[in-house]
């Protein structure tokens, strides 16, 4: 089992930023490719940004690419979100997700999420 808790989130004015954390515990970090995924209300979640297990390839949703980076210390077993020129619509509740895997899935196939951490942009 891993554990996964998400920090940071909070309310911020449009063209703010914020940097969420993902805290884990259980497995070997390291083992583990890292997403994160956002979902507004009534909306499916979707895929935001990932990054593979030893922190060498980055993948982005088109909708955040250039404002946001994820990056993670494996010495720490956290991952980081760091976003920028927030928008309204980057509103919504964010998970951290893990999968035992050397690629990063952009769809909900991850072995494990946190509870999520709310993040609201208001313009």
């Known amino acids: 089992q891993v554990q996964l808790v998400e920090s940071g989130g909070g309310l911020v004015q449009a063209g703010g930023s914020l940097r969420l954390s993902c805290a884990a515990s259980?497995?070997?970090?390291?083992?583990?490719?890292m997403g994160w995924f956002r979902q507004a209300p009534g909306k499916e979640r979707e895929f935001v940004i990932g990054?593979?297990?030893?922190?060498?390839?980055?993948y982005y949703a088109n909708s955040v690419k250039g404002r946001c980076t994820i990056s993670r210390d494996n010495a720490k077993n956290t991952v980081y979100l760091q976003m920028n020129s927030l928008k309204p619509e980057d509103s919504g509740v964010y998970y951290c997700?893990?999968?035992?895997?050397?690629?990063?899935?952009?769809?909900?196939?991850?072995?494990?999420w946190g509870q999520g951490t709310q993040v609201t942009v208001s313009s």
């Open positions: 997700a893990a999968r035992n895997s050397a690629t990063v899935p952009t769809t909900l196939t991850y072995d494990y």
């Open positions: 259980g497995r070997t970090f390291s083992n583990y490719a």
């Open positions: 990054i593979t297990r030893d922190g060498s390839r980055i």
